[in-house]
């Protein structure tokens, strides 16, 4: 299992693709990698594989796992204590301004396929665990 820390939280990556964002009162958000129709359209506009048919689990775990990085790496680099969206739904209290946060992490998903970055890579690089 890959733990890292950033933005007032303990991102835990388990091998079964499950990735769980832990905070410091005891809150936390589960996060399974999706495989909807929904989700694997996200994957292929995302850049996680050409098309649908060649995309693979592991797409769909890399997806998931950026995304959830993508929140604390936002929250990090803006100098917020922590994602107002993952720490509202960890609270069970949605963050008002959610859907702009979601835009900002799925646009800057986006940037990082098509620039072949690698988004957890970057939030080891920033928490100091690289």
Known sequence: MLTLHLAGSSIEMDASGLTTTLYGDGSFVKAWPGDSAEDRARAVSL??????????RDSLVQMSREHEAGHAILASVMG???SPTLKGVADGRYWPHWQA???????VQRYARMAGVDLVEVARRISGQA
């Open 47 to 56: 850049g996680y594989a050409r098309n649908d048919t060649s995309l693979t």
């Open 80 to 82: 917020l204590p922590h």
């Open 101 to 107: 946060e979601e835009a900002a992490v799925l646009a």
